[in-house]
């Protein structure tokens, strides 16, 4: 929850970062580009070097160097000393998700791991119905820096249960996972897990295509105040701790490829409506708002659940970090890419939304075959 609080305040955030600081709306493209390429480099160290540690000594290592990086983005007073705190951000924050997940595909048995990956991913959910609410109610009592100054002061204790919970490696290797069991792949192998990746970059970055600019959007377009754009994220985390846990039971019960296929036509739907949407009602643009991030964010967990079937278990270690580098790097691509196609008018309003959204949508329907073939692979393999 805490690292994806403090990526996801980057977003409803940036209209009061960047008047504070004197920037340009396009620095937060620049500043998402600079969390995620800085992840993907980490990724390929880390993934180069995870057979070598404990997962939990790992997520120490890692989360001390986050810890760092809100302390720096708290100091920070310039476009400069920014970048740089979310370069750190990045290569630790970043990185947490992937160690995160491969440990869960590590321990948990595959008949239960969607399931598993599902009550992981209400990290999401608790970030957008209390970190990132009570993080946008203390910068707006006092200013941005606070609400990374409180995220901060969770990580202590957060470091303290990581040590005591989390298994070290010999409980990994009763399980039967080995030291070789995190190697990175080969050339040749990686070619073979290239589908994969393309689906990662598929659904990652139609998803934040839309994402980074949708809090804009969202204000300048839908109308809805600063003050009350909490409300959509708190709609959304609402729901979602209720529907990420079940789309993973549903993905266990039904198959991988079934859900994360109504997933996907759930969410060109909402990107369909929200993407073209003008002013509205704060209770409609609350509801569809929440619609959005639950369909574009929820068809992750099916992905991830086919994903780590993928790989034989002898490169999943090092295959869903090389897939995190994927997913970092897809989600700067995609928000780079929407900052292109945007424009903003003197009023604020936003223009070109719609065909991002018309573009994600695309994108959306071609990843249906590639997650088809991946399940049909999957399938014969058994």
């Known amino acids: 929850m805490t690292h994806l609080v403090d990526f996801m305040l980057f977003m409803p955030l940036a209209p009061q970062l960047l008047r504070a600081l004197g920037l340009p709306l396009a620095a937060l493209g620049e500043f998402v580009f600079a969390y995620t390429a800085s992840a993907g480099i980490a990724g390929l160290a880390l993934g180069a070097t995870i057979h070598r540690f404990s997962r939990r000594k790992l997520l120490l290592i890692v989360y001390a160097g986050f810890a760092a990086s809100l302390l720096l983005t708290v100091l920070a007073g310039s476009f400069a000393w920014l970048i740089a705190a979310r370069v750190l951000a990045g290569a630790c924050g ?16 595959l008949e239960r791991r969607a399931a598993a990956l599902g009550t992981v991913m209400t ?26 100054a409180l995220l901060l002061i969770l990580v202590g204790p957060l470091m ?9 490696v010999d409980r990994a290797q009763e399980h039967g996972v080995t030291a070789g069991g995190a190697r990175m792949p080969g050339l040749r ?45 708190l709609a959304s985390g609402a729901l979602s701790l ?18 994360f296929l109504w997933a ?27 619609a959005f991030f ?79 073939g991946l399940s049909r692979r999957i399938s014969a393999r058994r």
């Open 189 to 233: 192998e990686l070619a073979a897990l290239a589908p994969a990746f393309v689906l990662t970059f598929a659904i990652s970055g139609s998803a934040y295509a839309l994402g980074a600019y949708f809090a804009p959007y969202w204000v300048g377009n839908v109308g809805v105040s600063e003050g009350q754009l909490p409300l959509v994220f």
């Open 294 to 372: 639950i369909t574009v964010y929820g068809r992750w967990i099916p992905t991830l659940a086919l994903l780590s079937e993928w790989p034989p278990a002898s490169l999943r270690g090092g295959f869903m970090m090389l897939n995190g580098v994927v997913t970092q790097l897809s989600m700067g691509a995609g928000a780079l890419f929407a900052g292109w196609m945007i424009v903003f008018d003197d009023s604020g309003r936003l223009s070109g939304f719609a065909r991002v959204g018309e573009i994600a949508i695309l994108i959306s329907l071609l990843s249906i075959g590639v997650a088809w």
């Open 123 to 148: 990290g999401h959910a608790l970030a957008s119905v209390i970190g990132v609410p009570l993080g946008l109610a203390v910068a707006s009592a006092f200013d941005w820096r606070a609400a990374f």
């Open 264 to 290: 996907v036509l759930a969410s060109v739907i909402t990107i369909a409506l929200a993407s073209r949407s003008e002013s509205l009602p704060l209770w409609l643009a609350v509801v569809l708002g929440a």
């Open 94 to 109: 970043g990185v947490l998700s992937s160690l995160v997940q491969a440990t869960v595909a590590d321990f948990v048995p």
């Open 242 to 259: 209720q529907t990420s846990p079940r789309i993973g039971r549903l993905a266990d019960r039904h198959g991988r490829f079934r859900v």
């Open 160 to 168: 303290l249960g990581i040590r005591r919970h989390i298994p070290c």
